[in-house]
């Protein structure tokens, strides 16, 4: 019987996936936030336009993908509401 012989590929690198990648160092630098909170369907009705904006602010400022009602009514009360 013949000898089997394996057929070797050179070892592939091992590729680090958890640094940070050159897009995402120029996005620090320039202040662009990768995630967006932002959708491009707003409503026709300004007051309301503003409050997603506010909202939107308020999540990117504090590093906050969902907000409490408390964090909203604060949101809220900075717009000038009162009860």
Request: glycine share 8%; net charge negative; charged share 30%.
């Amino acid at each position: 019987m013949a000898e089997q012989t394996l057929v070797e590929a050179p070892p592939a690198g091992f590729v680090e996936r958890r640094q940070r990648d050159q897009g995402a160092a120029v996005a620090g630098a320039t202040g662009f936030e990768r995630r967006q909170f932002r959708d491009g369907n707003r409503s026709a009705r300004p007051e309301v336009a503003e409050l997603a904006n506010s909202i939107d602010d308020y999540k990117v400022a504090h590093h906050r993908r969902f907000i409490t009602f408390e964090e909203l009514f604060d949101v809220m009360t900075s717009l000038g509401y009162h009860r």
